[in-house]
């Protein structure tokens, strides 16, 4: 089971299996226009906020494009504990 902490909001989850499903680096536009119930300013603030926790990466800062890490893989295959967020 995957655990929440309290930074988290109930469309992280959301925005990571995104990522893990398509498999490549996205911009925050290409997230959202893809993401049914995600808007477009909740994926760029909790882009870097994914970022910081180690969850995502981002992969190109000029042009924006983030990805999911292994740590992020981790998170969503239920590998991590509440502790490992915080």
């Known amino acids: 089971m995957r655990p929440l902490v309290p930074w988290m909001t109930k469309s992280d989850p959301a925005i990571l299996e995104f990522f893990e499903e398509v498999g490549i680096a996205m911009p925050p536009a290409v997230v959202s226009y893809n993401l049914d ?16 926790h180690g969850l995502l990466e981002k992969v190109d800062t000029n042009r924006g494009y ?21």
């Open 37 to 52: 119930g995600v808007s477009h300013p909740t994926v760029k603030r909790r882009l870097p906020i994914l970022v910081d």
């Open 66 to 86: 983030y990805e999911i890490t292994d740590r992020g893989r981790s998170y969503l295959e239920g590998e991590l504990e509440a502790t490992d967020l915080e």
